[in-house]
């Protein structure tokens, strides 16, 4: 309950959802629309949809987490707010906690069955 | 230029508010992604998905963002569209038993009465749910009239006001003339009495929905209290419990009397038009589907209500985005 918690209190329900993508780009220096999608082609290999980029983008900026710069062309450049670096930070803390964990058990996971096996190899050598 | 116009043309999905705001960045971004080339099935669906999507949330249907408040509203008027559902099928029903009195039926027969009693009395506890909640808008419905605003839903009354005249003269037209009828040929022998009544019966549809648009217009900008929005709510929630009620007996009864009362099944409205069955009859197969789709919305308002209501006091920022 905690957790879930930690999680929704920065809106960020699911961490590979498009909004953590945009987070994340933007944590690198203001984008357009874009240099956003190439972006994040490159870092997650993920290419978002037109519509779905500024479905995020619309949602984010309505809570703050993304801001609107200015801008001399028809591109819209934007970028993250004070709000959207604690917001980032947290579901970020969220993922390494789970990657973690993720990692301690299946570490264990891999001991235990090495050991079996190695008890198995010993049993057929005597 | 063909280019852009050809990206300015999809942003016709989205609201006009949404245009506005985003409309030139999601252009350029169409621009600086396919340029002259050919837009991609997927893309295309992805802008025609989001537009939708952000039309639904101008709405209110979809947007966690928007007060409890208007979203308790906008999840009770899913449900009052539901109900309307309910209305035109609950009229193809009660066609279809108009003489399931007389019929002959070896079933167990108390058993049945207590069954299509209870879609009667459902279906009355549901529309005096929703005249109730008429009558505690009319209030509000008075001063919005008076403060001028009403021009701007002038249209959609007017419309409803003249289908609902259309739907009078209709009837009081086909009753007249079913007067003059013997059973027989009201009941499928007289071929354009049939086809007077399909027509009045797609016209009566058509009114409804017409009806029930103008309702969710009026009731979007009513300035209501905060007790009241949840009393509505709260009556929408009880109507999609009766609406649920309504079809699993529908469906009790139609299991039970086509067991039973087989000749009374095929010799219902809509039989021999196009099928001719006692177990599935074309009647009750289109009632139970505009029932199945009304519960469905008003399943899915009741969920927006609930979900608004444990929203209450929770700040923006706290809820998950959707």
């Known amino acids: 309950m905690t957790k879930r918690t930690a999680v929704t209190s920065v809106g960020l329900e699911r961490n590979n959802e498009p909004s953590v993508l945009i987070l994340t780009s933007l944590a690198s220096g203001d984008k357009h ?94 | 230029m063909r ?36 837009i991609p099935l997927g893309a295309r669906f992805s802008i025609v998905r989001a537009g939708s999507i952000e039309r639904a949330r101008e709405t209110g249907l979809m947007d966690r963002a928007a007060s409890s408040l208007e979203r308790q509203r906008t999840g009770s008027l899913l449900v009052l569209c539901g109900w309307a559902g309910f209305m035109l099928a609950g009229t193809l029903f009660a066609k279809f038993t ?134 509505l709510s709260s009556f929408a929630m009880a109507l999609t419990f009766f609406m649920a009620v309504i079809l699993a007996a529908m469906v009790a009864w139609w299991r039970i009397e086509a067991l039973h009362a087989p000749a009374f099944m095929r010799n219902g409205i809509g039989n021999g038009f196009l099928v001719t069955s006692s177990s599935f009859p074309p009647a009750l197969v289109v009632a139970s589907f505009i029932m199945l789709l009304g519960l469905a919305a008003a399943i899915t308002g009741t969920v927006r209500v609930v979900q608004a209501r444990r929203d209450v006091g929770v700040p923006l920022l706290e809820r998950p985005i959707n």
């Open chain 2, 3 to 38: 280019g852009t116009n050809r990206f300015e043309r999809m942003l016709r999905w989205y609201p006009p508010s949404w245009r506005s705001n985003y409309g030139e960045g999601l252009v350029a971004l169409l621009e600086d992604t396919y340029g002259t080339g050919k």
């Open chain 2, 98 to 231: 108009d003489n399931w009195g007389a019929s002959s039926s070896n079933a167990d027969r108390g058993l049945v009465k207590v069954i299509y009693g209870t879609v009667q009395w459902a279906g009355a506890a549901g529309l005096l749910l929703v005249l109730v909640a008429a009558l505690m808008v009319l209030p509000s419905l008075n001063r919005l009239a008076r403060s001028g605003a009403w021009t701007s839903v002038r249209r959609p009354v007017l419309r409803a006001v003249g289908a609902g005249a259309v739907i009078l003269a209709s009837t009081a037209g086909i009753a007249l003339w079913a007067h003059h009828l013997s059973y027989r040929d009201r009941n499928g022998s007289l071929v354009s009495y049939g086809v007077a009544v399909s027509c009045w019966s797609i016209a009566v549809g058509v009114a409804v929905a017409i009806g029930t648009s103008a309702a969710v217009s009026i009731t979007r900008r009513l300035d209501l209290s905060i007790r009241k929005v949840r009393s």
């Open chain 1, 33 to 126: 629309g874009y240099a956003l999608t190439k972006d994040i082609e490159s870092f997650a290999g993920v290419t978002l949809g037109p519509g779905t980029l500024y479905g995020a983008i619309a949602r984010l900026e309505e809570r703050g987490l993304i801001a609107p710069t200015a801008s001399e062309d028809r591109r819209q450049p934007y970028r993250i707010t004070a709000s959207g670096q604690a917001a980032l930070t947290t579901a970020l803390q969220q993922m390494r906690r789970l990657a973690d964990e993720g990692d301690v058990r299946l570490r264990l996971r891999l001991a235990k069955t090495g050991r079996t096996r190695n008890a198995i190899i010993i049993r057929t050598a005597q």
